[in-house]
């Protein structure tokens, strides 16, 4: 969802994050239908003060990611080490994330772009139908892809491989900039979340809600993005804005009877926040990586941060 700030803004998140140890990728050869882009990744810390881990959370590094093509980014989810990414602009990015020997993020690299397309193959065009907010993987590499404005949810097929082809997708009269933010596997079918609340599991054969009652934000945030928890639930990023100066976000785990845990990670200023509307899950061998990226709204005084969190078991 793309957030109006105010000017007054630019003080408060320029100051958000110390950056350091620039990377820059240089784009190579297309191939296809990707196009090389540029991508400069620079460390952030967490900050001092703002942030606050439940005990068995903690941070595994952080990065700053600048480049023409990298705005706007709403949603995320890891393969391996290959990062993908859709934007309210109407794009898919991938690239590789970069782990030292003792597995904290330390760079991001060999980044490429493609535009979204509708099922005749156009690009898509205008904003309003291009607004990409939720990707799913599913178990068998078939992508899916949320819209909001024009409310929909689209297969683009295993690896990204197919025109794209609409799957179902919950029956609500959404408003028009505030929809399906959060989309995550589940098992065959996949669990949508409404930014304003509200949680959906589909398949195939249509869309049900998860539980009664539906699980909802609470204290002004809104849901902005999810992802299948390896060992059970989802984790869910939520995103609080407080005109002009106040961005939070925070992340909590969401159980399959539809209940929220208490807050996993919590983000204020100082600590580096900022628009946080994706969220990818990866198991390791002691837990489970978390990593958040943020939608910078195509706004100067804002940033496209890419934070790791280590969960234990």
Same mark, same amino acid.
């Given at each position: 969802m793309r957030l109006v700030l105010r000017a007054g803004l630019s003080l408060a998140l320029m100051g958000l994050a110390a950056c350091a140890a620039l990377a820059t990728a240089t784009p190579g050869v297309p191939v296809g %239908?990707?196009?090389a882009i540029r991508m400069e990744a620079r460390h952030v810390p967490l900050g001092i003060g703002?942030? !606050? +881990? @439940?005990?068995?959370? $903690?941070?595994? *590094? *952080?990065l700053v990611l600048r480049g023409p093509d990298l705005h706007g980014l709403s949603d995320l989810k890891i393969q391996g080490s290959r990062a993908w990414a859709v934007s309210d602009f109407g794009s898919l990015v991938r690239f590789d994330i970069v782990l030292n020997r003792n597995g904290r993020l330390t760079s991001a690299t060999n980044a490429i772009s493609r535009p +979204? !397309?509708?099922?005749?193959? &156009?690009? +898509? &065009? %205008?904003?309003?139908n291009a607004d990409a907010e939720g990707l799913a993987i599913l178990a068998d590499g078939e992508v899916l892809v949320s819209f909001e404005r024009d409310h929909r949810i689209w297969s683009y097929g295993s690896g990204f491989a $197919? #025109?794209? $082809? #609409?799957v179902p997708s919950p029956q609500v009269a959404f408003p028009a900039n505030e929809g399906m933010e959060g989309l995550a596997p589940d098992g065959d079918g996949w669990l949508v979340l409404g930014e304003g609340g509200g949680a959906w599991l589909c398949d195939r054969g249509g869309c049900a809600p998860l539980s009664d009652p539906m699980p909802s934000p609470a204290d002004g945030f809104r849901f902005t993005g999810a992802d299948r928890d390896p060992h059970g639930g989802w984790f869910v990023v939520e995103r609080l804005f407080i005109p002009p100066l106040n961005m939070q976000a925070r992340v909590r785990h969401l159980s399959p009877e539809g209940v929220l845990s208490a807050p996993l990670i919590q983000l204020r200023p100082p600590a580096s926040t900022d628009n946080f509307e994706g969220i990818a899950a990866v198991e390791t061998a002691t837990g489970t990586r978390l990593y958040i990226l943020s939608d910078d709204n195509d706004n100067f005084v804002q940033k496209t941060l +890419?934070? @790791?969190?280590d969960i234990g078991r």
């Open positions: %239908p990707d196009r703002g942030a !606050t +881990l @439940a005990p068995g959370v $903690s941070y595994a *590094g *952080g +979204l !397309t509708g099922p005749d193959g &156009a690009v +898509l &065009a %205008p904003k309003e $197919s #025109p794209a $082809s #609409p +890419l934070l @790791a969190f």
